[in-house]
């Protein structure tokens, strides 16, 4: 066997900074290989200098499908393969449903949920054809339950997960893996750098979605989670022999999940029996066919 052709070749979308540069950061330090992508490839260069014959930097907007065809086709032919397909890149957007213009809403589809399809859809033949390779789709804990205020943020990863469990049914007889991570507030430059505002303000919905802003501001540098330990959770899941579908992601995160799991149950054992009754009845169906 030979050890540097087998070793791992991650590809990861948005390595400029956040949970992206981390995840790159910790890929390379546990030896793996790493296709590194930003908009501006200069902003990869302190990745590659830890050792150029592992890490290659693409410039890469995943709004462009002509470039995200070209990058993914690239990154497979530099080391030979791919094995892991990280869609990292994307970006929040804060403020009322009311309060967004629609220019606002469809760029924050156009990254977040188409961009990371075209990254899916073009690496679909490259990790088919091998029959191995791993889909990390990052998502977010708004998708476990949203907030007022993340209504388009939030749609946009449930989009993402709802592509990524058909997805992962459809590839499982193929050898290939899907993962959403699912990460709580990690101490990254996310609410800084990379969440956009509302263009409009409306004063009504200053209780709700501009109270929900206001607070997302006080918690800038003091997010509990450590992006450093959920890079080396993702890496830890995608090297697993039973990766999970979902990779709940900080204490935060987890204990919102639970309490969800926890409301929808109560909540489907309130409307069952009215739920149940909605079928056509046994009785019904035998008069029918007779």
Known sequence: MNPVNDTPVWLITGCSSG?????ASRVLARGHRLIA??????TLAELVAVDPSRCLALALDVTDAPQVAAVVAGAAAAFGRLDVVVNNAGYGLVGAVEEYDEAQIMRNFETNFFGALRVIRAALPILRAQRRGHFVNVSAAAVIANYPGFSIYGATKWALEGVSESLAAEVRPLGLKVTMVQPGPFRTDFIARSLERATGSIA?????SGKFRRFLETMNGRQPGDP???AD???DAVISENPPLRLVLG???IDKARRKLA????ELDAGGAAGLATDFSLDG?????R
Request: glycine content about 2%; hydrophobic content about 40%; cysteine-free.
């Open 263 to 266: 409301a929808a149950a109560r």
């Open 19 to 23: 949970l992206g540069r981390a995840l």
């Open 233 to 235: 959770a993702i890496i």
């Open 37 to 42: 992508t930003a908009r501006q490839t200069e």
């Open 204 to 208: 009504d919905y200053d209780p709700s």
């Open 251 to 253: 204490k935060y995160a």
């Open 285 to 289: 169906d035998a008069e029918a066919t």
């Open 228 to 230: 450093t330990k959920a």
